[in-house]
């Protein structure tokens, strides 16, 4: 595998941790995907747990929203 290609499932608390932080933050969906340079589907995916998050678009939303990722990771365990 390569670096930073480790998965996270979003189906529980990693999805609600980015939801809590980005409503926070008024941030929505579409703003995360900009920063991610993904579609809002595919933020919508991850979010609904369809799709799993690498931990390098973890760390991009980590620091966009202010938070330490492990705070973020922490919730998927």
């Keep these: 595998m390569r670096k930073n290609s480790t998965r996270y499932d ?6 609600e941790v980015i939801r809590a932080e980005l409503a926070r933050r008024k941030s929505s969906q579409g703003d995360l995907a900009e920063v991610l340079s993904l579609s809002q589907p595919a933020i919508h995916r991850r979010m609904a747990g369809k799709v799993v998050w690498r931990v390098d678009e973890l760390n ?3 620091e966009y929203l202010g938070v330490p990722v492990a705070e973020i990771m922490a919730a998927s365990a």
Excluded: E, R
Aim: hydrophobic fraction near 55%; charge should be positive.
């Design 10 to 15: 979003s189906a529980g608390g990693v999805a």
């Design 60 to 62: 991009k939303v980590a």
